[in-house]
């Protein structure tokens, strides 16, 4: 089986134990048998879309891609992949909630802003949170939040989250 992933989604197949695959960002120019992308890529060919924005995102989407390895990994094996990443780890194991109340501007961001125990509102918020790509869309002026969204910080899910979550940390 001839497998092509998108460069944001490499790190998650090498972890899950496939070492034979292709990187494209465009897998439909590499006429695979299967393509390994983010849940907002589209392609032609059979896919499998993955998710990669929050700790447990990141947890489920290895042992998702690990099945198509032939060798599925264990929860603990993938626990393991989080050693590194204290953020990351933290997050994943915890359930948090606090008295932050934010606006969102992005559904990718809400999964991360949920993971951080945020409460996403419309109004009476505390911060705007925001990608750096809708910078120019936000309105408000006041409590703005930027956050680096996939083509301006690493390609590393773990690195990705570990950055995400300590901008969110430091509001609280």
């Known amino acids: 089986m001839k497998i092509i992933t998108t460069p944001m989604c490499e790190e998650i197949v090498r972890l899950a134990g496939i ?3 292709t990187v494209n960002k465009f897998p439909d120019d ?37 099945k198509i390895s032939g060798n599925e990994l264990s929860d603990e ?51 705007v949170i925001y990608p750096d790509y809708l910078e120019n869309k936000v309105v408000e002026v006041d409590n703005l939040v930027k956050i680096p969204s996939h083509n301006n910080i690493s390609k590393n899910p773990f690195e990705k989250v570990e950055a995400r979550y300590s901008i969110l940390e430091s509001l609280i």
Do not use: H, P, W
Request: glycine share 4%; charged share 30%.
């Open 19 to 21: 070492s034979d695959y």
């Open 30 to 66: 590499e006429g695979g048998d299967l393509a390994i992308l983010l849940s907002e890529s589209k392609t032609k060919m059979n896919s499998l879309a993955i998710k990669i924005n929050t700790s447990s995102q990141i947890f489920e989407s290895i042992k998702e891609v690990s």
């Open 77 to 127: 094996e993938v626990l393991t992949f989080f050693n590194d990443y204290e953020l990351s780890k933290k997050y994943l194991v915890s359930d948090f909630k606090t008295d932050i109340n934010v606006k969102v501007y992005s559904e990718f961001l809400k999964d991360i802003v949920r993971d951080v125990g945020f409460n996403i509102v419309c109004e009476n918020f505390d911060y």
